[in-house]
């Protein structure tokens, strides 16, 4: 068989080989779900990865198989894919985050749902394939055990036009159940690990000095991450992840993960309201701590990646000049801003149901505002999050973080990734305010930022 998987371009699809955010590349985080399923497939099927935000569609190449992952803005974009393909006469599979969660949905635009976990179950859909019997759901009738995960192909991947291809993933989900996040509810709230001598040949194999942990919470198990950067330390290699900022309360450990290498990690500090953080379940943060639990961090030359949520219940317009404040304040590195968005699969999208303005899939991005905002207009929400990020990364801010970093210990050997990752982002919010397109509203906009003006 011959086998095509692709990853839909996000954003504008038509500016495809156009929109890379830095040095030529693109801002993809890893192929690591596609690779996977690859490792799936049965021996003898000859199989192609495509990512659309590198690659055109190969329309003229014959396929008896084509599978489509895509998460819920993506949705769009793979079923007209799909649609397509079947135009063509090739059956097509489609599966990831938004046909788990909404496989009823995904079925009336293609052939076969793979919902849940592909590992386990993919080897029998392409039997199905190849038998000419493929349809229906399909979904593995138990939990995927890691320590059977096969070696991925990353040849599949070019060579060129990523940050990194290099990703390791040592442990799968979360067990924390914070009411806007889809990555838990995927996963059923369960986290999982692949067995550490797995983990570390996979590392000690990669030619690169540095590579990215694409773990959603790589030490919410204490005992398995200490373990794990014990045994890298002789691996001399240099990485960044995503933890959770309670880390930071045990300042040993986060020595010893700056001794195995680590010089970034992204932790969801998503709002500085208690009453927000109780209202979405994420107890495990309080702000009181956040300065703290940052400066351990940064005292031992891990540069601090924060994401951040607008839209919660106890925000209004006065939430964006605070939170930029606050930013300054703790001297955060790096910032995701994000507005909150009732994704199907979490428990924030009956929660919000009657307040939902917006049912196109496309803009469930988190840069669009899809529902009405308790303490403020659905406007003056969009505008605050496009402010925030326009003015988080003007370029006397990150001179004046890359300049911090210096300053502190270590920080002469991971300012590269400071100065770098903020680079990308300035080249993004160019891209957004400087160009006449903005990605995250998808019509002209005014060649200038957004005022705080506009939030009242």
């Not at 060579?159 to 990194?164: A, L, P």
Request: with cysteine.
């Amino acid at each position: 068989m011959k086998i095509l998987l692709i990853a839909p371009a996000s954003g504008n699809w038509k500016t495809v080989g156009r929109n890379r955010l830095f040095n030529g590349k693109t801002f993809r985080f890893s192929m690591l779900s596609l690779l996977s399923v690859a490792a799936e497939t049965p021996p003898g099927a000859e199989i192609r990865i495509v990512d659309e935000q590198i690659d055109n569609i190969p329309w003229d190449e014959k396929f008896d198989l084509v599978g489509i992952t895509c998460m819920t803005a993506l949705a769009p974009r793979a079923y007209e894919l799909a649609s397509r393909f079947r135009t063509l006469g090739i059956p097509v599979v489609l599966g990831g985050m938004h046909p788990t969660f909404c496989p009823d949905e995904a079925l009336q635009h293609g052939d076969a749902v793979v919902a849940g976990e592909a590992e386990g179950i993919w080897p029998k859909v392409v039997e199905d394939a190849q038998n000419g019997c493929l349809g229906g759901i399909y979904r593995s009738n138990q939990p995927v055990d890691l320590s059977s995960l096969k070696k991925l192909p990353r040849y599949l991947l070019p060579g060129k036009g990523y940050s990194t291809h290099h990703a390791v993933q040592a442990t799968r989900g979360c067990p924390h159940r914070c009411s806007f996040c889809s990555v838990s509810a995927f996963n059923q709230h369960t986290h999982k690990k692949r067995p550490m001598e797995k983990v570390i040949e996979e590392i000690r194999r990669i030619p690169t000095k540095s590579f990215m942990f694409v773990d959603d919470n790589l030490i919410a198990d204490r005992e398995y991450a200490t373990r794990l950067f014990r045994e890298m330390i002789p691996l001399k290699k240099r990485w960044i992840t995503q933890v959770s900022l309670s880390m930071a309360d045990d300042p040993e450990f986060v020595k010893l993960a700056a001794r195995a290498g680590c010089i970034g990690v992204f932790v969801g500090i998503e709002t500085f309201s208690d009453r927000n953080l109780d209202d979405m379940g994420k107890t495990i943060n309080r702000t009181a701590d956040y300065q703290e639990r940052i400066r351990v961090f940064h005292s031992h030359g891990i540069g601090v990646e924060a994401g951040i949520v607008f839209g919660f219940d106890q925000d209004g317009p006065e939430v964006f000049s605070g939170t930029l404040a606050m930013l300054d304040d703790l001297e955060i590195d790096l910032i995701q801003t994000s507005i909150l968005t009732p994704l199907p699969g979490t428990a924030q999208y009956p929660a919000m149901a009657d307040r939902i303005l917006d049912k196109d899939w496309s803009h469930y991005d988190f840069h669009h505002a899809v529902f009405q905002p308790a303490g403020m207009s659905a406007e003056a929400l969009q505008a605050g999050h496009d402010w925030v990020t326009c003015e988080f990364y003007r370029p006397w801010r990150i001179v004046r973080r890359v300049w911090r970093h210096l300053s502190r210990p270590n920080g002469w050997l991971t300012w590269p990734y400071v100065l770098t990752i903020n680079l990308a982002y300035y080249g993004r919010v160019q891209c957004w305010n400087f160009r006449g397109w903005n990605p995250a509203r998808e019509k002209p906009v005014p060649k200038t930022r957004p005022s705080i003006l506009d939030l009242s």
